[in-house]
Structure formats: C-alpha cells, structure tokens
C-alpha cells in the first residue's frame, strides 16, 4: 500500500515522504496513529505543502546540527516531577516534558517528536536520552529527574 508519511518514522522515511508498506502495517499501525495518510492522486498536493512545512522545522545542514548538538550535551537538564516514597513516579516522563525542561534551561527549542526515551522514565535520578538532529547527528542529553 502507497502512504505518504506526515511525521518521520525511524527506519521508514520523513515528513513528506511518499513510501511502499505491507497494507496491515498502514491500516492498523501508520494511519491510526496519524503518522501517514493514504497515496491519492489529490494526496500528492498534500505531499508538496507537508515538504515545505518540514524544510521550515528541520536543521538543514550537518554544521547546524552539530552545533545544536554542542549545546544540548552543554546544557544541565532537571525535571520536577510528582514522586511517591520509593522513588517512583506518579506516570511517566514525555518528550514533551523533557522537550519544555530542556528549553527552560536555556538549551535550544527542540522538536518532542525527535527525543527518543529508550524505556519509560518512571524512577527519580538520572536518565539517558538522545536527540535526533539530523539524519548523521544524535545528541546524547542527561536528564537529571527529581521530585518537586
């Protein structure tokens, strides 16, 4: 099945993209979650103003992204966060959470969509994550999360 993806997917393409999947893969997991949409010949206007809007968002070169990276690995990151007696949280740690700690930091404004948290963050301490900056560049940021 033809899809053209609205948000980038690992391992399957970017905004804008026009792709090939297994119809299951589209149907039950693309679609719902509102990553991609279905290939029609009017879908294709669709593809040139989803382009424009990521080339608006996205870091264009590896220079910039390198630099962005210099910034986020310099920036001390701390998340207040609600905590029962073990140390564990009441829900989990989102990439918007880390996304609003990392600019209240004085770090760069980064895109929620492009942190990736390996596991759910659910303890009080320190937390690896990493940023996707370009397709070449991650950044590896340390998130420090402590009870408020």
Not at 37 to 51: N, S
Not at 81 to 88: L, Y
Not at 101 to 125: F, H, Q, Y
């Amino acid at each position: 099945m033809k899809i053209i993806l609205t948000n980038e997917v690992s391992g399957l393409g970017a905004a804008g993209d026009v792709v090939e999947v297994r119809d299951g893969y589209a149907r039950n997991y693309l679609v719902p979650r509102g990553v991609a949409i279905r290939w029609t010949k009017g879908g294709e206007k669709d593809v040139a103003q989803i382009r424009r809007a990521r080339k608006i968002h996205e870091i264009a070169t590896i220079e910039q992204a390198n630099e962005v990276k210099t910034r986020l690995e310099g920036v001390n990151v701390r998340l207040k966060v609600r905590a029962g007696d073990q140390g564990r949280l009441f829900g989990s740690v989102t990439p918007a959470d880390i996304a609003g700690a990392v600019k209240n930091a004085g770090g760069p404004e980064i895109d929620k969509r492009r942190i990736e948290v390996g596991s759910p963050i659910k303890t009080l301490g320190s937390h690896q994550i990493s940023v996707r900056l370009h397709a070449e560049v991650a950044a590896k940021v340390e998130v420090e999360v402590i009870a408020a």
